[in-house]
Every structure is written in structure tokens, then in C-alpha cells.
């Protein structure tokens, strides 16, 4: 049977399925240097800033590429060689980020946690008097790896009280979930468009403190992730960009940030995706399923649900069923194993994921899965 690839609804942690309005307006062959092009870039920037509170004191900077290279570009840009980074590792995303850091040639303590409980402020605030060399530190926001909310919050505190700066990989939770980068003084987050901000991939984006970007000129040893340089000429070039953008992803994340506006921003966002998230994980739970983790400290975008117990449950041939059934699930990932992911992003509603639940259900028949509840000696993880 061929995919329609028309309805495929992708249910992963980004990116995420799109309107199609959002992917029409990629129908368009733009010059970099087209008005329409800079137009769009500068009111993307702006929005965002505004989302994170920091049209006064940061900057935004978009760059070509996935989010993973506005946090590669970042930390050449805030940290110096040889600089030493606490980063705190509480699933897959921030082990990641460690190996980014590592691998640019600064030092790494790794603040290293199970899935629950969360890590804290206390925890941070001693780990950094313990070690006066740590300048930074780096922590995820929503981890997707697992589908906590971290509470960047108390970390940024305890790291600001003491002198240190703050990243914060907001890659997932951008759009959605509450952030304040002037009243949390971090120094940087790094945004995708393609989670809750509901774009396409190709681009990411950098919010970083001003006086950071201006001290970051001349640091960066690499050509094309150098965010000062993509800044300034960006400033200098009436809004253009330095290299060859995007430009279909560039106009389609115009199209998805005024949709963000126009349905009511970051709150109804969140909102949207606490509808599909209580509508998904009660279908799931009626059907036998059992979430890895306890309600509070789930984030409403991703689902991590714990394997049947029955043995003729298999990833693969689980995922061949959802997907030939028009959805597109996740694997769980090194912290998380044993487990499946569903997430509840992207132009879905709740009768969509009252669709997955079914599908779900319908799959699990055709494989074989009766009992559908995780094995006896695995209980949810507990704060
Ligand atoms: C998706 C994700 C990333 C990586 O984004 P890419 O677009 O693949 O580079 C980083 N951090 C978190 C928390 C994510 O969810």
C-alpha cells in the first residue's frame, strides 16, 4: 500500500506536522535579498524576542541550519577555550549538549540525574560553590529525551546569585511553555521552528543577551557559526542575510509565526497542547497504557509511555502498524529505553488524538499485544 504522504501526521517530538497553509506558503521562489525575505526575517526575530521578554535587552539571531547549530554557535559565542561548563543531564538532550561543548574544547561537569526528581536549584547552587572555575551553565528546558519540564526558574537563580551565566536549550519549549529571559538574566536560548512554534526545519534561532553578542566579535573559530558575524552583517546589510537562507522554510515560518498570533500566542499555544495531551494520555490510560512519568511534571507536548509487557510486543512492528494507519510515533531514547513516545504537537486537535488512541488500540490487536500494561517491577518514575 503506498503512503499518502498528504495525510501523514507526524507525531514526534519536532519536527511536527504543519497546516497546510504553513507549507503553501513555501510556493513562492524569493531572492535572499527580496523584500518580502527581509521583511519576514526581521518580523520573526521581533516576535520572538517579544515572546521571551527581550526586545530590550537581547537580540535575536536566526542561522541556517537546525537548532542544533544556533546551540553550537552560541556556546562559541558566550564561552571562551578551555571555559568550564556545568551541564546538567537529566535525559538525551542534555547529554547532547555536553558533547556539543566538549567537542568545541571547553570543560564539562556533568550534573547528572535520574529521569525524577527534578533537579533543583540547591543542587546547582552547590555543585557551583563546590567549583569557582564553572563560568556557565547549560540546561534543557523541556527535556524531550524524557518529557519533563525542567524548572529553569530556581537553576537560573541559584546560577545568577552566584555570578554564573545561564543557557538554556529551549529548543523544544519555545512557543509554548513560559519563559522571561530579562527576568531570569540568562544569557541565551536557543529556539527551533519546527516544535511548538509550528514551522518547518531548516533554520534555528539564537536569543542572546546583547552585551554577550557584542563581546562575542572575533571569537568564534568557525566561518559559518559565527553569530556575531551573522548579526552584524545582518545589521549592516538592511536586514539580509550572510549566507544563502532558506528562503521557502524562511517564508513558511513567517506564515507559522503570524498563525501563532492570531490564535492567541504563547498561552493559547500551550493551551492547545494541554487539550490534545489530556485527551491522548486518558484514551491511552482507559486502553491499559501507563505513562512513565507522574502528570506534574510531564511537559503537554510529548507522551513517553512504558512497553507492554506482553511479549509479542515490538517496537518495530508497532510503529509499521501506526504508520500505515496514517501516524508517524517515536522511539524511546538511551534514558528513556523500554519506552515509546507520542507526541501532541503541531496542527493536531483533540479528535485527532482520540484517532491516535484508537489507532494505537488497533495496532496493539494486530501484532498480537494483549496486555497492554507495562511489566510488575516497572513503576512510574516518582518525584
Ligand atoms: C529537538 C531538540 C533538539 C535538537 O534540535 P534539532 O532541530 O534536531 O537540531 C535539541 N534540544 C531539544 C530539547 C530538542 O527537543
Known amino acids: 500500500m503506498p503512503t499518502d504522504f498528504t495525510h501523514n501526521i507526524l507525531l514526534t517530538p519536532g519536527p511536527i506536522t504543519t497546516t497546510r497553509a504553513t507549507k503553501e506558503a513555501m510556493l513562492v521562489d524569493l531572492s535572499p535579498n527580496a523584500e518580502e525575505i527581509v521583511g519576514m526575517t526581521a518580523t520573526a526575530r521581533r516576535y520572538l524576542l517579544e515572546i521571551a521578554n527581550g526586545t530590550a ?87 524531550t529525551g524524557t518529557g519533563v519540564l525542567n524548572r529553569i526558574e530556581e537553576i537560573a537563580k541559584a546560577a545568577r546569585a552566584r555570578g554564573r551565566n545561564i ?20 544569557e541565551a536560548v536557543a529556539i527551533s521552528p519546527n516544535k511548538c512554534m509550528e514551522g518547518l526545519p531548516g533554520i534555528g534561532f539564537a536569543i542572546i543577551r546583547k552585551d554577550s553578542l557584542i563581546a562575542a566579535e572575533g571569537k568564534s573559530p568557525s566561518i559559518s557559526l559565527d553569530l556575531f558575524k551573522q548579526w552584524s552583517f545582518m545589521e549592516s546589510s538592511k536586514g539580509q542575510w550572510r549566507f544563502t537562507p532558506p528562503t521557502h522554510v524562511v517564508a513558511a515560518f513567517a506564515n507559522a509565526v503570524a498563525r501563532h498570533k492570531a490564535e492567541g500566542g504563547r498561552e493559547a499555544r500551550l493551551e492547545k497542547y494541554r487539550r490534545n495531551w489530556k485527551r491522548l494520555v486518558d484514551a491511552m490510560r482507559q486502553n491499559g497504557f501507563r505513562t512513565m512519568l507522574p502528570d506534574e511534571v510531564s511537559a503537554p507536548i510529548v507522551t513517553t509511555w512504558l512497553d507492554p509487557a506482553d511479549p509479542a510486543y515490538n517496537f518495530p512492528a508497532f510503529y509499521e502498524a501506526m504508520r ?19 507526541g501532541c504537537m503541531g496542527d493536531v486537535d483533540p479528535e485527532t488524538m482520540a484517532a491516535v488512541a484508537r489507532a494505537v488500540a488497533e495496532s496493539m490487536d494486530e501484532i498480537g499485544v494483549k496486555h497492554r500494561g507495562p511489566a510488575a517491577d516497572r513503576t512510574l518514575a516518582t518525584a
Request: aromatic share 8%; glycine share 10%.
Open 57 to 143: 535587552t537581547h537580540e535575536c539571531v536566526p542561522l541556517q541550519g537546525s537548532a542544533t547549530y544556533a546551540c553550537e554557535a552560541l556556546f562559541h559565542a558566550c564561552t571562551a577555550p578551555g571555559a568550564k561548563v556545568l551541564v546538567i543531564v537529566n535525559g538525551f538532550y542534555g547529554l547532547r549538549l555536553g558533547e556539543i561543548l566538549e567537542a568545541i574544547g571547553r570543560r564539562v561537569v556533568k550534573l547528572e540525574k535520574p529521569i525524577l526528581p527534578l533537579p533543583t536549584g540547591a543542587e546547582v547552587g552547590a555543585a557551583l560553590d563546590a567549583d569557582p572555575e564553572i563560568t556557565h551553565v547549560a540546561i534543557c528546558h523541556v527535556e
Open 167 to 186: 543557557f538554556v536549550d529551549t529548543v523544544a519549549s519555545f512557543g509554548a511553555f513560559p519563559l522571561d529571559v530579562a527576568a531570569l538574566d540568562v
Open 324 to 342: 500505515r494507519r496514517g501516524f508517524t510515533i517515536f522511539p524511546g531514547r538511551l534514558t528513556a529505553a523500554g519506552t515509546f513516545r507520542i
